[in-house]
Structure formats: structure tokens, C-alpha cells
């Protein structure tokens, strides 16, 4: 649903903007509300699945979800449209660590835990292809706004299948939740990500920009102090200190600042640059996902014969490619926007199955819930802060092809740091070895 949503709204911004008078920046903040809360709240809401049951917290992120839908797509102000997709990103917080943990817990190492990882893969591929198509379409004949209320249907049916098909489980009933470390958190990287928007207007030296990003470092180091004082932290240290899940956490950030900006990029590109209606942006992007659903589902086969980090690697060397050739920024389809953008999806799906086999690898039950969303906090953080800080370099290019093609080079050049992450920091052999991946 989070996936289904994100693809969705996408495709509404520049609408969302015209009706609303939303500049890039507040279209940017339309993003980033939503992505900044599910990502600082994503450990919060792994914590609490592990010590209240995937069943009961399922059930509360997906019920927040859908009352925040409804009311964002009534909205009739900016801000009122923002704090709705911020409340948006904290439902999602809480649901969606549950559903890794629930496939980690429930399948054991192995061939059957890769495929339901690599399926759970491409049903978010999936909800992409279906959002990039229904987006065009409603924004197009109907309203940018059931963009968001087609979220309050599916959310109803979620929580009633919830309740009927989860068991219950009420685990670490002794154990609490690190309340003061998800407010430092949480506060951290949201001024992170504020102070770089700030940088689009006031320049990296000015005050208002300075001011948050600063104020960000000190809350994040106020986060590692008392994690490292606290009996129960909300992300124990030694966690951090393990190869695999750092590796992979740090992986997975970069990832997501890379091809959250692409979709952003390729959306706005298309619209306003190439002047694809809504409807053509969303069709145009259906190979695109369908090529995520693919290659997730030939992730199992190639990892049984790579291993995961040999695979992680040539995703990414695909992912390198197609970011190279999108920088070109050629007006055709098919050579401008189709073959770059279906390497840079196969890259995406055959890495994130084995980064994620890798991440959980031989990690305690109780501590499930808590990797599961320190993974998927990585890739929606990443996306967040590395979104705002490519909008910012855009900007400062001469007009807005040029800036899409800078970000994309810079995008390329996170990419060779994420491939020098994975050959450096990940051992061979990580998650388990062809054999028995």
C-alpha cells in the first residue's frame, strides 16, 4: 500500500502544485513529509512489532494510514495537505517492518525464505506498476485528490484481513519501547533534510540553512549517546558494529537516495519538460515497473547461482549503467527515458533481495522486527535527504534538463561508492553462499 501510494502521488505533483499553488519546494516537502516520518519512525515501529505482535501493530499503522489518506485528500491548503502525508509516513512507519519480519520469522534460512523475500520484492514492484498507471489516469480524469482517497478502500480491507488472518502473538512483554531515542531520531534527520531544502534558497553557508543541519548532527549524536547509555535502546549499538547489517543499512541508504530522486526526476521531466499529460507519464513508467516485478522474480535463481554479494554488485553495475546513459537526456522514449529506466530497475530488483537476506542474516527473534526496520529506515531515509539534496544541486543548474542530468551523474557516482560499500564492508560469503541461499 505504502509503494501504491508513493507511485501514485508522484504522478499527481505538478497537478497537486497548479491547485494548490505549491512551489517545487513545497512539492518537494508534498515527498519528504511523508518519507521523513516513515523514515525516522521505521526503527520505532520495528521495536514495537518485535514487543507487541506484527498483528497488533499491522492493524494500528494500517488504520493511521487510512484515516491521514482521507484526510489528505480533502484538504484544501498546503499545509493541511502536508501534515496529512507526514501522518501518512507514520502509519506506513508502523506497518511495513511488520511484513519483512513476518517473512523472516516465519520461512527459515534458505531457498524458501529467498523466494517469500524476493516475492514480498515484487508485490511492491507490483503496487509501483499499478500506481504509475491508475495515478495518470485519475489525476488525469478525475482529481489529483483520489490520488489519495483511493488509499481509504484498500486500507478498510487491509485491517479487516489483518485481524482475520494474522495470529496473534504478544512477545518482550517485559521490555519497553526507547521513546527519547526515537525523538532525537526522528527530530535529527528531520532538520537534516530541512536544513538541505533551506540550502535551495539561502545557499550552504547562510544561516537558515546552517542552523537545522547542525542542530540535526547534535540530536543525532544526542541519539548515539543514549543509545549507548540505555538498558533497553531503541537500536542496540552492537547491531551497528555487525558487518552485515551495516553493510547493508549503509547499502540500502544509498540505494534509496539514488532511485527515489530518479522516479522524482523522470516525473517531472516527462510532465513539464517533454509535456507528457498524467496519463502518459503513468503509462510510460508501466515497463519500467513491470521490468522491477521481473527481475525480482528472477532474484532467486540468480542468487542460488552468484551469492548475494556478487549479485548486490551486478545490480548495481546495472544500476551505474543506466544512470550513465538517463544523464544523457535525449527527448525520445524509447532511448531518453525507456532503456535507461529499465536498467536502472533491473539493477534495483535483483540487489534488494540479497541485501536484505544479507541484513537479517543470523539476527536474534527479538531483534526481527528491530533490523527489519532499521533496512527499510536506511532506503526511506536515504531517498529523503538524498532527494532534497539533488533538487537543491538541480536548481543551480543553468535550466531544469541540465539539473535533471546532474542529479543523475551524481546519482551515478553514489552508485560507485555503493559498489566499493559492498566489495569493502560485506564478506564473501555474506547472508549464506549460493548453495544454500
Known sequence: MGVLDASIVNLALPSMGAELGLSSTGLQWVVNAYVLAFGGLLLLGGRASD???????????????????LLGGIATTPTALIIARAVQGMGVAVLAPTTLTILTTTFPKGRRRTKAIASWTAVGAAGGAVG?????????????????????????????TALVVIGRRLPGETRRLDVLGTILVTTGLTALAYGTVQTHEHGWVSVPALLPLGSGALALAAFLLVQSRTAQPLVPLGLLRNRLVAGSSIATFLM??????????????????????????????????LMLVAASRAAPWLLHRMG?????????????????WQARMTEDYVGGILIPGLLMCAGAAVSQPPIAIVGTAGIDRADSGLVSGLLTASRTVGGSLGLAALVTLAATQANPVQGASAAFLVGAGLMVVTIAVVLLVLPRGAGGTPATA
Open 51 to 69: 514487543l507487541y505482535g506484527e498483528r497488533r501493530v499491522f492493524v494500528v499503522g494500517a488504520s493511521l494510514f487510512t484515516v491521514a489518506s
Open 132 to 160: 504509475a498507471a491508475l495515478g495518470g489516469l485519475i489525476t488525469q480524469y478525475l482529481s489529483w485528490r483520489w490520488t489519495l482517497l483511493v488509499n481509504v478502500p484498500i486500507g478498510v480491507a487491509l485491517v479487516i
Open 256 to 289: 534509496g537516495a539514488i532511485f527515489m530522486s530518479m522516479w522524482y526526476f523522470l516525473t517531472l521531466h516527462m510532465q513539464d519538460d517533454l509535456g507528457y499529460s498524467p496519463v502518459q507519464a503513468g503509462f510510460a513508467f508501466v515497463p519500467h515497473a
Open 308 to 324: 548475494n554479494r556478487t549479485l548486490i554488485v551486478a545490480g548495481a553495475v546495472l544500476g551505474l549503467a543506466g544512470l550513465l
